[in-house]
C-alpha cells in the first residue's frame, strides 16, 4: 500500500498506517484504548478514489492513499467547520490529555476556532470531585460513551436524545455524583476536547487531618 | 515544559500502567498506559486521580531525631550515626517490617541488611496481614506462593469463582477485565461473599454464606463434585497426592448439612460447585479445548483465625478438578499493595531467603558465599508476633520501613501500648503518621514517582518504576538510606561494607536476580526493551511464563490436604455484642489511608468512615441514613456514618479499616491469631452499634480521643 507515494505495511486501518508514517491527520473520535466508532469523520483521505473514514477503514486490499487530495482535504475541512459549530471556544482551564487535539485539528486544517458561547447545550456537571462535564466544549464524537462501555464495562454514561437535543449524560436527569460512575477517569482520558476535564489541582490545601502534620 | 514518565500504580497489586505527565516539575496529570498488558489502557479513581499525595506539603522532608521529647530536624549524617550507634545495641532484640509498597531493590536491601548485619530473620511485610494463609497453604500443597494464572486467563475463562473479595473495590482493573469476561464472552460468574458485591449483579451463582464458615462451604462443594462425578481423574492419578485420605474426611456429610452449616441453598451450592468443575464453553473458545475455571480469592478467606484452613479448602477444589496449569484456568489470591508479590519474593518474610528459598540445604551458604558473612538460619519471628513480643522483652528495637501499624494492626489501643514500650524505633516514610509519632528516629523516603526500581504484580510481572520528578526535600530512595545506614554499621559487625556500596537500583536488581532462581533471567535492560516480564524467568532469553503447573508443581505433585470446619471465629455475636463486625476496604480510599487521606478529592467523595448497616437492623436500632453511629467491641470504639443497604446480611455490620476523622474500624478488631499464618481475625468480631447521642457542649469542645479497653 501506499500513502501520498510512500509505501507502507497494510496492516491495522488505513488510520494506523497514516500514523505509522507520521502523517498528522486528525482523528478525534480514535482513542488508543478503543476500536474505531467512525463518528466524528475527520480521519478522511481518499483511498483508490473514494473518500472514507480512516479510522474504521481496513489497510488490506486498498493500493493508494491521499490524505490531502483536493476532494478529502476539502470535505474534511467542512466536516471540522460543522464540528467547530457544535462547541464553545476554548476555556480557560487545563484539559486531559488528549483536549489539544481539537483546536490543533482546527489549526492544521486552516478553520476558524469558534469565539462565542453556544446557547444551548451549555450544561456544566462539576458533581465528581475528580473531573467535570462541561457541555459547551462537547462535540458528541462518543468516545467518553465507548470508554466507559467497552473499556472498563461499567456503562454509566450514554448519549440521550436525538438531533440538536442529543447529549452525554449519566443516566437521565442525574449528575456524575449520583450515578453508577466509579470515577475511574478513561472518559476524561478518551476526551478530545475540554468536555471532560480533571479537576484542577488545589494546592497548599490541608487536609482535615488532627493530630497530624 | 512538559514530560512524560511511564511507571507503574503505587496502589493496588494489579500493577497497572502509568504515564505521569509532569509541568515545571510538579505531576500535572496521571495518564493510562494503552500497551501495559496488565492493565491495556485502563486505570482507576486512584491510579488516575489519587496519586497527588506526592506533593502534599505534609511530606516529610528532612530526617527527624527526638530529642527531650520533641522530634527534631537533624542532618542525614547524625540521624544516620545515631541509628547505626543505637542499634548496634539491640542486636538480637530486634525487628523490622519491610514496605510492600517500596520497591523490589528497597526490599531486597533491607532483608540483606537485616539478615547480614542485625544478625536476624525477624523480618516480614504486611503479606502476614493478608495473604499469609494463602501463601503458607499454597507453599506446603504446590510448591509455590504466587498467583498461578494471569490476568489474560480471567477473560479467557469460561467460568469465574470470586470468593471472599470485592475486586470491583480493591482491584478495579481486574475488576474491568472480569465484566468484559462475562459482557463479551459469557463467561459464568460464581460469587461467594456475605457482602453483596458489585460484580454480584452479573453472577450466576451468589452464596453469601454465614461469616466463618467458609470450609465447610468449600467441602460441601467438594462434596457435590464428588457426588456428580465432575473430579479430573486423570489430573488426581498423575498430579496429586492424599486424595483417598482427603476423600473421606469431606465424605463425613452430605451437601445439605454443609449448606445448612453455612445457611446457603444445597441446589445453589450444587450449581456453583458444578459451574466450577466443568463450565460450560465460553464464547468463542477452540472446539476441543476444556473450558477452564478461574478461582480468586481475598481477605475474607485469610483474615480469619482458620485462614490457613480455608485456603487449603480452596486449593483442594483445584486439585479435585484440575482446574490448574492451562489457560483459561488457575488459583489467585488477588494481592493487596503494589508490591507486595515482590517484597515476598525479595526476601523480606522470616522463614525464607529471597525467592522463597529454605535456609536449610546449600541455599544459606550460597547467601553466605555471595556476601562474605554468616547469616542465621533460625526462622525468624512473624509481623504480628513482634508486635506481641514487644511485651515479653523479646523485641526491644523496631525499625519499620512504609508501614503503619498503628492503623494496620488490630486491636490497635493494644498495639499502641505495645510500640510504646519499645526502647528504641526508627520510622522511613513519607508523612508523619500514627506510628511516627512514636519514633525515636523519623527518615523521610522518596515516593514511587521520585524513584528508580521495579514492582512485581499480582500475576507476577516484574515492571518499571521511573522517577518523573525529583525527590522531595532532602528525602532518599529506601535502597540508598538502608545501604547508607548498612555501611556504617557493617564494620563493626564484621561485614565488608562494599556489600551496601551499589551506585544504582539496577545493581541491586543484579544482585537479587543471581541469587533467585525465578527472576535469573531478568535485568533493567530487558524491562525496558521488552516492558514488564512474568516470573519465573530462569535464564536471559526466556521470554517469562503466563501460568504456573503446565507439567508440574514445583513440590512434585500437588497434596491434597483434609480440613474440618472449626469453631466460626474465635467471638461470635452474643447479648451485648450482638452483631458481626466484617471490615475491608474501599474504592476510594488506600488501606488505613495514610496516603489517600491526602488527596482531597478522596476525601471529599468519602470524608466519613462509612458503617454499612441492614435496613431491618436500622430500624430495630433506630438508625436512619446519614445518621452517626457509634460502634463498640470488648477492645474499643469508634464512630462512623450509616449506610443502611441489604448489601450487608442482617446481623452484621460493615466497616473499612480506612481511618478518617481519626476513626477507624481496626480500634475494634480482634487480636487472635490464625495458626500457622499468624494472621489477625479481622474479618470477625462481636459489635454492638447505636446511634451516637447529643453530648454536652462542655465535653465535645475537648479534641478527640480513643478510649482504650473497653
Known sequence: MRVDGRDVEPAGTILDAVLALGIPIPHLCKDDNLPPIGACRTCLVEADGRVVAACHTPAAGVDEVYTGSERAARIRRAVLRLTARMHGPEPDAEGGPRSSELWAAYDLNGVERPASPRRTRGSLDSSSPFFSFDEQACILCGCCVSACQQLQHIGAIGIAGTGTRAKVTPGTGVSFAASICTACGSCVAACPTHALRPAPERPGERLGIPGEG | ?710
Not at chain 2, 457435590?224 to 486424595?243: M, N, P, Y
Open chain 2, 1 to 710: 515544559m512538559e514530560s512524560k514518565t511511564w511507571t507503574t500504580c503505587p496502589f493496588c497489586g494489579v500493577g497497572c500502567g502509568i504515564v505521569i505527565h509532569t509541568r515545571g516539575g510538579r505531576m500535572a496529570w496521571a495518564d493510562d498506559d494503552p500497551v501495559n498488558p496488565s492493565s491495556r489502557g485502563m486505570l482507576c479513581v486512584k491510579g488516575r486521580f489519587g496519586t497527588r499525595f506526592v506533593q502534599h506539603p505534609d511530606r516529610l522532608t528532612t530526617p527527624l531525631v527526638r530529642r527531650g521529647g520533641e522530634l527534631e530536624p537533624a542532618s542525614w549524617d547524625e540521624a544516620l550515626d545515631y541509628v547505626a550507634e543505637r542499634l548496634l545495641t539491640y542486636r538480637g532484640r530486634f525487628g523490622s517490617f519491610a514496605s510492600a509498597k517500596a520497591t523490589n531493590e528497597d526490599a531486597f536491601v533491607q532483608q540483606k541488611f537485616v539478615r547480614l548485619v542485625m544478625g536476624t530473620n525477624n523480618i516480614d511485610h504486611c503479606t502476614r496481614l493478608c495473604h499469609s494463609p494463602s501463601v503458607e497453604a499454597m507453599l506446603d500443597q504446590l510448591g509455590s506462593g504466587a498467583t498461578s494464572n494471569s490476568y489474560a486467563d480471567y477473560e479467557d475463562a469460561s467460568c469465574l469463582v470470586l470468593v471472599g473479595c470485592d475486586p470491583g473495590s480493591n482491584h478495579p482493573v481486574i475488576a474491568s477485565r472480569m465484566r468484559r469476561a462475562v459482557d463479551d464472552y459469557g463467561t459464568r460468574l460464581v460469587v461467594v461473599n456475605p457482602k453483596r458485591i458489585d460484580l454480584a449483579e452479573r453472577a450466576d451463582v451468589f452464596l453469601r454464606p454465614l461469616p466463618g464458615t467458609d470450609v465447610a462451604l468449600f467441602n460441601g462443594m467438594a462434596r457435590a463434585i464428588l457426588d456428580d462425578e465432575l473430579e479430573d481423574r486423570v489430573f488426581i492419578d498423575r498430579r496429586t497426592e492424599g486424595f483417598n485420605a482427603w476423600r473421606q474426611a469431606v465424605m463425613t456429610s452430605t451437601v445439605e448439612e454443609y449448606a445448612a452449616t453455612c445457611g446457603v441453598s444445597a441446589a445453589e451450592l450444587r450449581e456453583a460447585a458444578r459451574l466450577y468443575a466443568s463450565p460450560p464453553p465460553r464464547r468463542g473458545l477452540a472446539a476441543g479445548e476444556r473450558p477452564g475455571s478461574c478461582l480468586a480469592w481475598g481477605m475474607g478467606i485469610t483474615q480469619h483465625a482458620h485462614g490457613t484452613d480455608n485456603a487449603r479448602a480452596l486449593i483442594n477444589l483445584a486439585l479435585l478438578t484440575g482446574q490448574l496449569g492451562r489457560p483459561g484456568c488457575g488459583i489467585s489470591p488477588l494481592r493487596g499493595q503494589n508490591n507486595v508479590q515482590g517484597c515476598g519474593d525479595a526476601g523480606c518474610i522470616p522463614d525464607s531467603l529471597p525467592g522463597y528459598q529454605p535456609f536449610a540445604g546449600d541455599v544459606a551458604a550460597i547467601f553466605e558465599e555471595a556476601w562474605g558473612a554468616g547469616i542465621p538460619r533460625e526462622p525468624g519471628l512473624k509481623a504480628t508476633d513482634m508486635v506481641e513480643r514487644i511485651a515479653a522483652g523479646d523485641i526491644r528495637a523496631m525499625y519499620v520501613v512504609g508501614e503503619n501499624p498503628l492503623l494496620s494492626e488490630p486491636n490497635l489501643a493494644h498495639a499502641e501500648g505495645l510500640f510504646r514500650q519499645l526502647d528504641f524505633l526508627v520510622v522511613q516514610d513519607l508523612f508523619l503518621h500514627e506510628t511516627a509519632h512514636l519514633a525515636h528516629v523519623v527518615l523521610p523516603a522518596c515516593s514511587f514517582a521520585e524513584k528508580d526500581g521495579t514492582f512485581t504484580n499480582s500475576e507476577r510481572r516484574v515492571q518499571r518504576v521511573r522517577p518523573a520528578i525529583p525527590p522531595v526535600g532532602s528525602s532518599r530512595p529506601d535502597w540508598a538510606i538502608v545501604a547508607d545506614l548498612a555501611r556504617r554499621m557493617a564494620p563493626r559487625v564484621g561485614v565488608d561494607p562494599r556489600q551496601f556500596a551499589y551506585s544504582s537500583g539496577a545493581e541491586v536488581f543484579a544482585e537479587m536476580a543471581r541469587l533467585t532462581p525465578q527472576l535469573r533471567g531478568i535485568s533493567w535492560a530487558r524491562l525496558e526493551d521488552e516492558g514488564g516480564i512474568q516470573w519465573p524467568c530462569p535464564e536471559p532469553g526466556h521470554p517469562g511464563t503466563r501460568y504456573l503447573y503446565a507439567d508440574r508443581f514445583p513440590r512434585g505433585l500437588g497434596k491434597f490436604v483434609p480440613v474440618q470446619q472449626s469453631v466460626p471465629a474465635a467471638e461470635l455475636p452474643d447479648a451485648d455484642y450482638p452483631f458481626v463486625l466484617n471490615t475491608g476496604r474501599v474504592l476510594y480510599h488506600w488501606h488505613g489511608g495514610t496516603i489517600t487521606r491526602r488527596v482531597a478529592a478522596l476525601v471529599d467523595q468519602m470524608p466519613e468512615v462509612p458503617v454499612v448497616i441492614n435496613p431491618a437492623d436500622a430500624t430495630r436500632q433506630g438508625i436512619a441514613e446519614g445518621d452517626i453511629v457509634i460502634v463498640r467491641s470488648r477492645r474499643g470504639r469508634m464512630s462512623g456514618k450509616a449506610v443502611v443497604t441489604d448489601a450487608v446480611r442482617e446481623g452484621s455490620v460493615f466497616v473499612p479499616f480506612v481511618k478518617l476523622q481519626e476513626s477507624a474500624a481496626n480500634f475494634l478488631t480482634n487480636n487472635v491469631y490464625d495458626e500457622p499464618s499468624r494472621i489477625p481475625e479481622y474479618k470477625v468480631c462481636a459489635v454492638c452499634v447505636e446511634k451516637k447521642r447529643p453530648r454536652p457542649a462542655e465535653l465535645t469542645a475537648a479534641p478527640p480521643t480513643v478510649s482504650r479497653d473497653r
